[in-house]
């Protein structure tokens, strides 16, 4: 099954729409976001997931369909931070997909003028920690209660990657700009 990177398109709706409804853990990566029929997916991509100089974010595609998405945000030159955040729709999980492409996007920031990548997961989200740390993101400590989902908070575990860290075992998956 070849495995790739690129940037979403609205063609891509379908596919988002699966990967959404097929976890109830993915509600607080859509959080408010209107995602009930093809054509609200469509939108989301081309207002959420566009490809900006602040925002980038790819599709993780399998054999065509994008079944999850890897990007970084608060894209900050002056500083030279993002911050990196990724999902998988339930089906695509356990194969290492997240991490190989956390791993890319992380050598693109680098490569671009980036030093220092950071990310958080909720602590009883073992899962998202393994991609991190298999990734190359080394943990730093907890936030606590920073995240808030309804009337629940969560305790955050932030990662960073450095630019001077070593680079971490595993393979990258290959992919393309929109630039």
Known sequence: MPVSLRPW?????????????????LDTQFAGAHLSDEAQAADYVGEI?????????WAIVEDG????NVGLSAIERRHQTAWAY?????????????SQALRAVA????HSGLFRLELGHR????????VASAAGFLAEGIERQKLRYGAERFDVE????????????????EFQTAE
């Open 9 to 25: 398109s609205r063609s891509d709706a379908p596919a988002l729409l699966a990967a959404r409804w097929s976890s109830p853990d």
């Open 49 to 57: 997931m566009p490809y900006s100089d602040s925002a980038k974010n």
């Open 65 to 68: 369909i994008a079944v999850g």
């Open 86 to 98: 990724y999902w998988l729709a339930g089906g695509a999980r356990g194969r290492g997909y997240a």
């Open 107 to 110: 050598d693109w920031g680098f």
């Open 123 to 130: 602590v009883h989200n073992p899962a998202s920690c393994r």
């Open 158 to 173: 932030t990662h960073a990657r450095l630019a001077s860290d070593p680079y971490p075992a595993g393979s990258a998956f």
